[in-house]
């Protein structure tokens, strides 16, 4: 039976399915969002105080030194912690995932020295991240850097993650963008990877108390454009992407990740059910690897 869909039906009188809108408002205020973030980088970067500084509040323990006298305390676990933080009767559901520094755990002094290149971690550590989530680049502690090292710097990054091939957020998707979407995308990637400065410390700069770093030669705002890019990395967050942050998870990776548990379930069940023609024993006892699970494939491949 043939089924034809006209483009618009007239309605002969109020519905009121119109209300979907308000109905969804009203359910999400009510069960709130929920947003899930990991920082992930080398040790003393900065990752703590950035999360910090991007929400506004002490949600996890930045490592640094509380005063000059102590020494530099690391992250060493993988810890994870829930915070709910409400702005204007929206309720957010944080899950920060705040991971040690990889890689140099034993030896950090030369964390201070200005980065220009991507580490072959990174490149390890940034292939397997893009298979599994969003990845949102940042050049941490940037007031470290002069402007021409931030410029070439950006360039350098830029140039390598072409190289290996590897897909940050946001995606270059022209069937689930529409055309203001692909803009607005187009120029956050442009602006990739943020530039930023974090601090948890208030400094008074005008007679008026901002977030910042003040040293001998003068005062990093955090909030301020000219000093570094963390507004636009905390407005791409929050104010424009959020949703599709939490919308491209579920739909692309989580799907993803989803697939290819069935098919790793799918596999190690007929391998199970085909005994190995030359082998005399029972099948069960199998390989001590397990199912290898298949490789997760990018979201817009
Ligand atoms: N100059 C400068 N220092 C920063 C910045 N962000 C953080 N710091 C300082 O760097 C030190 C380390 O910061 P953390 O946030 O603990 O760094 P982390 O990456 O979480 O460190 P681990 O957890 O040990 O991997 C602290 O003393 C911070 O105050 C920044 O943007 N600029
Ligand atoms: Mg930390």
Redesign the pocket.
Known sequence: MATTVQESTPLNGYVGFDTITQQIEKKSLKRGFQFNIM?V??????????VNTLFASHLID????HDVEEI????TNIESVSHVIEENGVKLRLNIV????YGDQVN?EDCWEPIIKLKAIDVIVLKRLVEITNVIPVI?????LTIEERAAFKQRINTELAFHGIQLYPYDDKEYYDEEEQILNTSVRELLPFA????ERQVVVDGKAVLG?KTKWGT?VVEDEEHCEFIHLRNFLTRTHLQDLIETTSLYHYESFRANQLLAIKESVSAAATPAPSSPVSSSSNSSNGPIPAKAFPPFA
């Not at 930045?62 to 030194?65: D, E, I, L, T, W």
């Not at 705040?98 to 520094?101: C, E, N, Q, V």
């Not at 941490?140 to 470290?144: F, G, N, V």
């Open positions: 920082v980088g080398q040790t003393g970067l900065g990752k703590s105080t950035l930045s490592k640094g030194r530099n305390r690391q992250t705040d991971t040690p520094g950090n941490a502690k940037s007031d470290s930023v400065v974090g601090s770093r990093v």
